[in-house]
């Protein structure tokens, strides 16, 4: 034990290093570049992209999105990873849409109560169901949540008899998508609902302290005495279960369910969390740079929508920006 | 080292011992499950699936599925994985393409044969960069190959223009023609089998491939080179996926941005599928070439006879999915009391 560990009495950090310090804030960073770049697409569109019409349709698509990659959030700071999210989320719109459609060629007619409790449901069974293999059967994420992905798919399609879109939903479903409290819209609400209930949930609970545990060393999780089986289960659970969610405001957004509208929801969860410092071995990151992931991403997707970049441009610069995000929270840690 | 297992039977017979030996041995099950599915498929559509049309197609996606699994396999023996494999196989085939026919604002075009080379660097030129990112920045596989594979096959349409480019019909030779009666296809394919088990079971890199799979600290403190094994199994596999480009685009006698299909996943799935059924671990240090084979053989069936039957693309995947669940399960099983 070191004797001469003497605490000196430093007097209280001056401005200046308090903001040098707040510089090498990962999440200032990332708030940074944010700022950046909603200047950048502000200017290269000519002001188009600063429209109160197209930040809102931004924060209402970036609500989806970023439900979506809490959950992927969960999973992958206990180093796992869901690739599963997005066809979670086709098959809760399309199966739920399937039971509440008033068109005769579903026969559920569920009422709207029951059709979106029994997507959420389904969410979360499908997420417990990658859950138990992972955890219970000690299964590679990546291998079962694939498969499950093409399940789900597979699934969807059956639901809607063939691919087909499923149209004539009950109004009163529009809620979730459409409707607002107040002057906000409802689904974003829901998103700040998920983010702030995330947050304490990852930085005041045991819970939260275990996932990071998990990521960080396994072997320590185990010898510490803590559950990982339990705790693995539960995150893949909850990673369902945001699915389903988004799944619902998805559906009740654009009232029609289609095989083809979430598409692409899993890549886009994992980039908005490894580009928000989430480090895929587990362990480290916090949900605010989720979120900030998150809205980076939808900034940058909303900008070369405006400017008219084709999706194939629009891949080309989002895979790049994965790359460059893990190159420098890789090179970061070193 | 304790004394005498205690499963010594005292069955006389060498023959009995032999076969139970036989039934334990993984790839046995993988035939076997192999003959099942095919007389399983041949009783469901009312005809035994061996008709000659039928058994080229499956010989040939199979040599093209099989040629991208063995580099497939190279990278998940080091407990890697590569999802860009149907990326940057689709670049891969635009770029040749662009450069073989006259493509307006392109290099005019220039003779198939040196096409073919120029793709199948650009193959290992891509895979390159994979290995790049994954042995010297050492980031994870699956994030770099899935970044890649956005980038690769958004780079395909683009350098395309999105346009289905027609092909000298000197290209056809590759997957249409044979030599002494065996497919040029089939040759290609079972000369990467045959390279694949020499360089895994009698090079040093092969042995380095499985030590840095298996216990990745223990091959670095061995004095392996982990950061080379890293490398060059990324280079390979894409190297693999140019030689499958090249078939792909002689088979249909065109290059276009969807010769893999729309998003170009289905090649991943694929060959991971393949090489996981086929015994591969995960987690890398496990598995054969002789089980690839086997596992690229059962995909092929399994697509062809869905095929037949009629199934649609969704149901496949659902199909598919539970046949890689259940092999992964397996493999999970198997390995449960370590």
Known sequence: MPETMQQEKSPSPTIKERLLRLTRNENFALGVILAVLIVAFGVMTHGAFLTTTNIRSLLLRSSIRGIASVGQAFVMLSAGIDLSVGGVAILVSCLGASLMSESSRYAAHLPMPLGVLIMVLVGIGMGAGNGVMVSRFRMSPLIVTLAMWQITMGLAFQATKGGETVRYLPDSLAFFGKGSIGVVPVPIIIFVVVIVVAYLVLHHTSFGRFIYAIGGSEVSAILSGIKTRNIRFWVYAICGFCAGIAGVIQLSRIMAANLMALYGLEIDSIAAVVVGGVSLFGG??????????????????????????????????????????VSIDALRRR | MAGESPREKASGSVLKDSAIRLTRNENFALVVILI??????????????????????????????????????????????????GGISTLVACIGGTLITTMPGYLGPIPWGTGLIVMLLAGAGLGAINGLFVSRLRLAPLIVTLAMWQITRGAASIVSKEESMHLPDALSFVAHSSIGGVPIAALIFVAAIVLGYFILNHTTFGSSVYAVGGNEINAWLSGIKTRNTHFWVYVI??????????????????????????????????????????????FGGKGSIIGVLLGVLIIGVLNNGMNIAGLSIFTQSLLKGGVILAAVGVDAWRRRSL
């Open chain 2, 237 to 282: 596999s894409g190297f693999c996926v140019a030689i499958a480009a090249v078939i792909q685009i002689s088979r249909v006698m065109s290059a276009s941005p969807v010769i893999w299909g729309i998003t170009g996943l289905e090649l991943a799935i694929d060959t991971i599928g393949a090489v996981v059924i086929g015994g591969v671990s995960l």
């Open chain 1, 284 to 325: 480290r990151g916090s949900i605010i740079g989720v979120l900030l992931g998150v809205l980076i991403l939808s900034v940058v997707g909303n900008g070369m929508n405006i400017l008219g970049l084709t999706i194939y441009m629009q891949w080309i610069v989002k895979g790049a920006i994965i790359l460059i995000a």
């Open chain 2, 36 to 85: 099942v599915l095919i007389t399983v498929f041949g009783i469901l559509t009312n005809r035994l699936s061996l008709s000659r049309d039928n058994i080229l197609n499956i010989m040939l996606q199979s040599s093209m599925r099989g040629v991208a699994a063995v580099g497939q396999a190279l990278v998940i023996l080091t407990a890697g994985i590569d999802v860009s494999v």
